[in-house]
């Protein structure tokens, strides 16, 4: 299984480029919105939601399956569901469908049909369904299922995880004088399920939101050394 990217390191990455570009201070909680949008942001990328970079240039991938992408492993899932009345519920994490079929050990694709050709193919006195084909039609947290079968097994991307850094108070003592301090709280917290390899792409779209240019310097060459290092 890929190893999770701490939240605590991408805090202090993001905490520390900041104090290096004019020591600009993010809260803990303008830290957790920014990151949470990152991955939000890089995950709709990756399946294909907008074809949009971060710096507003058109993606083009051609002859590149998106749901493929190795960025995605950690969110795939797999599920095997009961049909009740002709109708599937589908589990509320579900950001993308890859395929539906009739069970996990003896799969056979279930067809994915649209409003239109399901008129088409039901309605039309001259083109009878072939009654061993099953089709399903999607829709917002269901799937209507037209054929006999009483489950099915889904294969579905997960929304990711929103990821969070918590803070707990310590009280450090040196000699008369009581401080106290907050510090990251380990418990509480909640890593992102991003491989950690796009640590350091998480870290390039946090520090956009909070405005410092892409092409810093520093961050370039820090992005370079990370993606050679892989």
């Known amino acids: 299984m890929s190893k999770m990217t701490s939240i605590k390191l991408i805090y202090d990455t993001v905490t520390d480029l900041l104090d290096k570009n004019n020591g600009k201070f993010i809260t803990a909680d303008e830290f957790n919105r ?33 749901n493929t ?28 469908i890859l395929a539906v079929v009739t069970s ?18 039901f309605d039309n006195p001259l083109r009878e369904p072939n009654e061993d084909d099953i089709y399903y039609l999607e829709e917002r947290g269901t799937l209507q299922i037209f054929g006999i079968i009483d ?6 991307l997960k929304t990711p995880t929103a ?10 003592t040196a000699g008369s004088r009581t401080v106290t301090r907050k510090v990251y709280d380990p418990v509480n917290s909640v890593d992102l399920e991003w491989n950690e ?5 998480i870290v ?5 939101k ?8 520093f961050l370039e060459q820090m992005m370079t050394a990370t993606k050679n290092d892989n």
């Open 104 to 121: 996990k050990s003896r799969p056979k694709a279930l067809i994915r049909i649209d409003d239109d050709r399901l008129g088409m193919l």
């Open 163 to 172: 990821p969070e850094y918590k803070e707990v108070n310590t009280v450090i």
């Open 204 to 208: 390039r779209r946090v520090l956009v």
């Open 34 to 66: 920014y990151v949470k949008l990152a991955s939000l942001e890089l995950f709709d990328e990756c399946i294909g939601a907008t074809n949009k970079n971060i710096d507003g240039r058109t993606l083009v991938a051609y002859g590149r399956n998106q």
């Open 197 to 201: 390899r796009e640590a350091m792409d």
């Open 151 to 156: 489950r099915v097994y889904l294969q579905y």
């Open 210 to 217: 909070v405005g410092i240019p892409i092409k810093d310097s």
């Open 69 to 96: 992408d190795k960025r995605l492993e950690p969110f795939r899932r797999g599920v095997s569901l009961p049909v009740v009345g002709g109708e599937v519920t589908l589990p509320e994490d579900c950001a993308k």
